[in-house]
T-cell receptor, first 115, second 114 residues
């Protein structure tokens, strides 16, 4: 597609349930990033993919968070046993290649509310 | 360590006023890149500009201009003759050579009042 596509755009879930957030990057972009933005806060880096590989997962807040990317394209961020503090906007971004200087382009985000 | 500071949390101006958004960064890299993004109420971050550390030339794009000064580690953004549509949260970001992380500031919320 023309831009980074994320789904769902909004998700309300009950505490303790699992959620999956999907990201479809710009066609041809090899690098994919997940960030989290809590209400009124800046952007918190979660994880990055180069192709299907995630070299650094240290940004994931806890072991309840996991992410995968398949076919060098679509990525899924999974949050298990959701907690209220997981409520945030989850932003996906992609860039043509990895490394400094590559402009990253963001999707519209998935707004997650845990009740 | 890399860090981006946007000290202005929120700025309100009246339409047609000029406004400058400040961005101060820290890095030990000699090669690095600076970015500005706009996040309108719709939520999507929109890329505005990228500048590398070797290019200190100021840039102007319509009503937008950017002032990059390595001596003060600043990359400030000025909107001339602001408009209501400029109302958004603006983020400054830094990326160093060899890193995959883009470090974002906490953003500045700009409100342009009619």
């Amino acid at each position: 597609g023309a831009g980074v596509s994320q789904s769902p755009s909004n998700k309300v879930t009950e505490k303790g349930k699992d959620v999956e957030l999907r990201c479809d990057p710009i066609s041809g972009h090899t690098a994919l990033y997940w960030y989290r933005q809590s209400l009124g806060q800046g952007l918190e880096f979660l994880i990055y993919f180069q192709g299907n590989s995630a070299p650094d997962k240290s940004g994931l807040p806890s072991d309840r968070f996991s992410a995968e990317r398949t076919g060098g394209s679509v990525s899924t961020l999974t949050i298990q046993r959701t907690q209220q503090e997981d409520s945030a906007v989850y932003l996906c971004a992609s860039s043509l290649d990895w490394g400094a200087g590559n402009t990253i382009y963001f999707g519209e985000g998935s707004w997650l509310t845990v009740v | 360590a890399q860090k981006v500071t946007q000290a202005q949390t929120e700025i309100s101006v009246v339409e047609k006023e000029d406004v400058t958004l400040d961005c101060v960064y820290e890095t030990r890299d000699t090669t690095y890149y600076l970015f500005w993004y706009k996040q309108p109420p719709s939520g999507e971050l929109v890329f505005l500009i990228r500048r590398n550390s070797f290019d200190e030339q100021n840039e102007i794009s319509g009503r937008y201009s950017w002032n990059f000064q390595k001596s003060t580690s600043s990359f400030n953004f000025t909107i001339t003759a602001s408009q209501v549509v400029d109302s958004a949260v603006y983020f400054c970001a830094l990326s160093g050579k060899g890193t995959y992380k883009y470090i974002f500031g906490t953003g500045t919320r700009l409100k342009v009042l009619a």
